[in-house]
């Protein structure tokens, strides 16, 4: 309050900016229309107010000039609109061509502002496409999303514009989330010391935060029941800006192939992004210090057999024509790319699991995109069938590298 305050002294006005017809109620203190605030509110009044209007906080994302009264339509006209407007810019054959067949359904209650608004200038991909998007993979990806801690990217100015990195319940610049359906806080006795932490409960979830501009969702190496011990491990495999995408392929058989060694399952896929991540179920059986002990030790180890392929430290400079194998999505409160989730990245591709044998067709880390992933729907999450039978707890995969966690005697 006191910030606000601050804020509004600092804009104050002699007169009111409204029309002279505009009658206040009490005694007001004019100030400039200059700042932004979210608001929920239950509806429009015939005389244009808000009724049960909530303050959430101000907006620093969009400017004054910008803010109009929305109108809310129904959601089957506004879909059709937008994607039909898409598909007349494009030939017969164009993805935007073939949606008009097969549109996923969105829930009728679930309102769409702006659904026409481009958040990828490189493809002019609009905000309903990344709606229908989510609803078309919300099953497959709610079996990688439930039950587990997320993290959220929104992008409110679209891709290349500021982006909000949301993981807790209580972050003050972006309010209005936890009020959201099918978004709810998690026990905050799970994490001591830290916020209410979140979870998308359900398919509901996935498009209500994608209606609040989220793009990207990402998930925990735990899940919702106790943060005690992970049930993942991660290698996000990095490569530098020279490194060919041939390299980045042999590199994940290279780590496939250490990892089969050590007696562990690893699972593949896409990053949506530049590179390939491999995962590795676990049994909850080890401290977040041990899992991250580990797999920085293998790391260290494929660099140190392989240097001219893998470096084992972080940054531009380190993996220059090299390949970083990400071990630090390990930690506690570390986050990865959920499968299915979109990227906040020119082209907006899309994270999805593949089998081993699919490597060599792969044509980069965003191989499938939010417009060309239908053809990817009939496989689904195929390819990660026995994911939950394969986990294994690490000591055998240990004693295999030689590696002893911090205090352990020889």
């Not at 804020?7 to 409204?18: H, N, R, T, W």
């Not at 493809?123 to 990344?130: A, V, Y």
């Not at 990195?165 to 806080?185: S, W």
């Amino acid at each position: 309050m006191r910030t606000l305050r601050k804020k509004l002294d600092g804009i104050g006005a002699a007169s009111s900016p409204f029309n002279a017809a505009a009658e206040v109620e009490g005694r007001p203190h004019w100030v400039e229309p200059t700042l932004v605030a979210e608001v929920s509110f239950g509806e429009w009044t015939q005389g244009g107010r808000l009724r049960h209007a909530v303050f959430h906080g101000l907006r620093s994302d969009k400017p004054a000039t910008e803010v109009v009264r929305e109108k809310a339509m129904h959601e089957r006209a506004v879909s059709e609109k937008a994607v039909h407007a898409a598909a007349a810019a494009e030939s017969p054959r164009s993805p935007a061509a073939r949606a008009i067949k097969s549109v996923p359904a969105l829930p009728p209650g679930l309102r769409i502002t702006h659904p026409d608004r481009v958040i990828d200038a490189s493809t002019g991909i609009t905000k309903i496409e990344l709606l229908r998007h989510y609803a078309a993979v919300g099953d497959l990806m709610m079996a990688h999303l439930k039950g587990r801690p997320v993290s959220l990217v929104r992008a409110p100015a679209g891709v290349g514009g500021e982006l909000f990195f949301q993981k807790h319940l209580d972050t003050a610049n972006l309010p209005g989330l936890p009020g959201l359906p099918g978004i709810r806080a998690l026990d905050p006795t799970l994490w001591i010391s830290h916020p209410p932490m979140l979870e998308v409960a359900s398919k509901l979830g996935l498009l209500s935060a994608a209606q609040w501009n989220v793009v990207e969702f990402h998930t925990l190496n735990t899940g919702t029941a106790s943060f005690e011990h992970p049930d993942r491990m991660v290698f996000d495999l990095d490569p530098g800006d020279t490194v060919a995408w041939p390299q980045v392929r042999e590199a994940a058989q290279l780590v496939q192939a250490f990892l089969l060694q050590l007696g562990l399952t690893p699972f593949l896929k896409t990053s949506g992004g530049k590179g390939l991540h491999i995962v590795v179920p676990l049994r909850k059986v080890h401290d977040w210090d041990t899992v991250k002990g580990f797999s920085q030790a293998v790391v260290a180890h494929m660099a140190a057999t392989i240097p001219q392929r893998f470096v084992a430290r972080s940054g531009p400079r380190n993996r220059v024509g090299k390949i970083f194998i990400d071990y630090l999505r390990n930690g506690l409160g570390a986050t990865t790319v959920c499968a299915w989730s979109a990227r906040t990245r020119p082209g907006l591709g899309v994270s999805v699991p593949v089998n081993w044998s699919e490597l060599d067709a792969l044509t980069a880390g965003d191989h499938w995109t939010v417009r060309t992933l239908h053809a990817r729907l009939a496989t689904g999450n195929d390819p990660w069938q026995g994911y939950a039978r394969a986990a294994r707890g690490l000591t055998a995969a240990m004693k295999a590298l030689g590696y002893r966690t911090p205090g352990s005697q020889r």
